[in-house]
């Protein structure tokens, strides 16, 4: 495990090296979009380079009147998976969710994605009884 990886908030010089890890990772590039402003991301450097990339998405709901995060697109650079980068970035949200007081975090995760599942869970992450639908639309 490394220990000299510093998490950050994402910065515009940051784009082409997250984009070719979210492509390694999800099949598809980063798009440059204009993002609201309850949405963070973040990356892990390790020594200068950009190794992983997260997004945390405040949510408010409003039935509950409860706050909580949404973690999205958590990846780490193909080269330096399984050395404790995820597990580091997920803490650090952890740590985020914690100072902000909101009432807990939640994320999806594929079931192809076996080493991240038990990374999740290693952490304290549980697996909660839903599923994902989605409808798609041709834009």
Not at 32 to 39: Q, T
Not at 55 to 82: E, P
Not at 93 to 121: F, G
Request: proline share 1%; with cysteine.
């Amino acid at each position: 495990m490394y220990m000299n990886i510093e998490v950050r908030k994402y910065e515009e010089k940051d784009f082409l090296k997250v984009s070719k890890i979210i492509e390694e990772n999800f099949s598809g590039p980063k798009q440059k979009v204009d993002k609201p402003d309850y949405i963070t991301e973040y990356v892990a450097d390790l020594d200068g380079e950009v190794v992983g990339y997260f997004v945390l998405s405040l949510i408010t709901n409003v039935v509950r009147g409860t706050k909580y995060y949404m973690v999205d697109y958590v990846c780490t650079d193909v080269a330096h998976q399984g050395k404790g980068i995820g597990k580091t970035m997920m803490r650090y949200a952890i740590e985020v969710a914690k100072k902000d007081k909101v009432k807990y975090i939640q994320l999806t995760c594929s079931a192809k994605r076996a080493c991240a599942r038990h990374m999740y869970e290693s952490i304290g992450f549980e697996v909660y009884d839903t599923n994902v639908y989605r409808m798609g639309f041709e834009s």
